[in-house]
């Protein structure tokens, strides 16, 4: 199989340059030893003007065959039929990939320490591959090299030419030209790294999880923006579901990092790596359960949590509410407040009250498909999924992490087809709009929006209220003035180290009856936990309901000036 690189310039800047891109002298022919063969680097032609580099891969398909790897599941198609004789030494694919790889490894890296300014300096590149198989047509290759800056000529291979009646072949003629303003050198070798098995939808190896490592790194800067991300996705990876699915929640993680200026592991930051456990936490732990994280702040910016103490009594046990900065409330003599069962002798977790309050919300809406937004581990999920009155549940998180877990609570890979057919789990942040959210009857953010600094709530504002729209939204948030009735937590302190704010009262009113104004939703508001006549709840919430005389399309509802800056 062949490959050639070619670029143009100048006296001042001469192609040449194009050898110690690729760490290969222009003067001579070398030869590299592979897996399956021996990899040759050669110049057919070196000067000023113009410069080609040309990879050839002679394959031995003895070793191939031998070594067990070019048949069977992400091998190569065409050998379990012809041991012998196939096309894996004439036609590109992962073979010439691995090559690619192997011998310009630090050119695909962008590195060149003779020359460290030249990897960045962008070249007229010309690359031909005379034959590769495209399980797509002409149409695919130009939908996977046109949005990377590529002006693309493809052409047909026909079966035969003496038979034109026989039509064309699965195989192409390639030719990728780019001006200086394209791709450089680095990225171009990271395109033809991840799509040349991609249009051949096969490799010669098996397909294990660390290619999801490989496809990352090579798809760095390009895959998490391109629109045939997962047709790209699941063919490198040989349709492999476990491993498309986690190489797509990390791409969503990527991209969301690169919208909001983040690093990853700031997005990603919600949950630690274990499950936490219902019910009441003793003093000391952390506010949602688990040891040094905050609540699944589904918002780009909401950083990590403040860990390990500062609540005392005031700890979290999310039993079944949606999201993890959670208290649990010792209904004490002092507060003179008495659980619901009416005896006043047991304490009832906060998280309880709250999924009650949401359950109660819930069914006096009437909903049969619900939004949990910051779902955290799933556990108001799991409590809807036990209802049958509600056909579709979807969990919405930003967070690979808590998705992970909260489809283990699920068991999702052991539900039946029914159970199955009504929960889904979805990456996604409420910083940005999402039409996967529109047309549903009830959205939930539990302890959600205190995750959220200040500045960015106009943004979750309008994903929810301007965009998605549901017919009812359920809104809870701790009542700051509650703190005071816990002894344990020091003043001025906040209930979590990852609340960005914790709102009176009269703040949460007024930010609620501000967001019904604007998006035309009537606002109830119903307090959560032992309502104390001089603090008011623990937690309060507040019932979106949207107005019958109002359109549900987004475009109607009024948008403000900071909505559009959003």
């Known amino acids: ?11 001042e800047r001469p192609a040449t340059d194009l050898g110690f891109l690729l760490h290969k002298h222009p003067d001579k022919a070398q030869a590299f030893s592979t ?14 003007e113009r410069c080609t580099a040309a990879l050839l891969l002679e394959v031995d398909t003895v070793a191939l065959v031998r070594r067990g790897k070019g048949k069977g599941r992400g091998g190569a198609p065409d050998a379990a039929l012809a041991q012998y004789v196939n096309d894996r030494p004439y036609a590109a694919s992962s073979l010439l990939a691995v090559a690619l790889s192997t011998v310009f490894a630090s050119a695909m890296k962008g590195q060149c320490n003779a020359r460290p300014d030249l990897p960045a300096r962008p070249l007229p590149l010309r690359i031909e591959v005379p034959a590769l198989p495209a399980r797509g047509g002409a149409d695919l290759v130009r939908k996977l090299f046109e949005p990377l800056g ?20 699965r195989y192409v003629r390639l030719v990728l030209e780019s001006a200086e303003t394209g791709p450089t050198l680095a990225e171009a070798l990271r395109h033809l790294y991840v799509l040349l098995p991609v249009l051949d939808d096969a490799k010669h190896y098996w397909v294990a999880s660390d290619e999801v490592d490989k496809l990352l790194r090579a798809g760095e800067g390009w895959l998490p923006d391109h629109p045939e991300q997962q047709l790209i996705t699941s063919r490198y990876l040989s349709r492999r ?23 990853v592991e700031e997005i990603d930051n919600a949950v630690g790596d274990q499950p936490d456990t219902d019910g009441s936490s003793g003093p ?10 905050g609540g699944s702040a589904d918002v780009p910016g909401a950083g990590t949590g403040g860990g390990s103490g500062g609540t005392g ?9 949606s999201t993890g900065a959670d208290v649990s409330v010792s209904v004490s003599a002092s507060a003179e407040a008495e659980t619901e069962t009416g005896t006043g002798a047991k304490s009832v977790p906060l998280a309880v009250l709250r999924r009650e309050a949401i359950l109660a919300a819930l069914h006096a809406s009437g909903a049969g498909r619900v939004l949990d937004l910051g779902c955290g581990q799933g556990q108001l999920v799991q409590t809807l999924l036990k209802d049958p009155r509600y056909t579709e549940i979807v969990g919405v998180d930003v967070s690979m992490r808590a998705l992970t877990i909260a489809s283990r609570r699920l068991k999702l890979e052991r539900l039946g087809e029914r159970q199955a057919a009504r929960v889904r789990l979805l990456q996604g942040s409420l910083a940005y709009t999402d039409k996967r959210l529109k047309g549903y009857d009830a959205a939930v953010l539990s302890e959600v929006v205190e995750h959220v600094d200040l500045p960015r709530l106009p943004a979750l504002e309008y994903a929810v209220f301007g965009s998605a729209r549901p017919r009812t939204v359920l809104v809870t948030t701790p009542n700051v003035e509650y703190n005071v009735r816990w002894e344990s937590l020091p003043a001025g302190h906040s209930r979590h180290g990852d609340h960005r704010f914790e709102w009176t009262r009269e703040e949460f009113r007024a930010w609620a009856s501000a967001v019904g104004e604007r998006h035309a939703y009537d606002v109830e ?25 109002t359109h549900d399309d987004p475009a109607k509802a009024p948008v403000t000036k900071e909505e559009k800056a959003a």
Do not use: C, N
């Open 241 to 263: 579901w476990s491993l498309t699915r986690e190489a797509m929640e990390r791409l969503e993680l990527v991209r969301l990092a690169e919208a909001d200026d983040s690093a």
């Open 35 to 48: 897996s399956y063969g021996k990899a040759h680097v050669l110049y057919p032609e070196a000067s000023a």
């Open 150 to 169: 590529w002006t693309v000529t493809v052409e047909a291979v026909p079966l035969d030419v003496r038979f034109p009646a026989w039509g064309d072949s």
């Open 525 to 549: 508001f119903v307090p959560v936990g032992p309502d104390d006549p001089e603090v008011g709840p623990p937690t309060q919430m507040a019932v979106f309901t949207l107005r019958a005389t």
């Open 1 to 11: 199989m062949f490959l050639t690189i070619s670029t143009t310039g100048t006296a």
């Open 284 to 293: 000391g732990d952390s506010a949602d359960g688990l040891s040094g994280t």
């Open 313 to 321: 009594e005031a700890v979290g046990a999310e039993a079944g509410a």
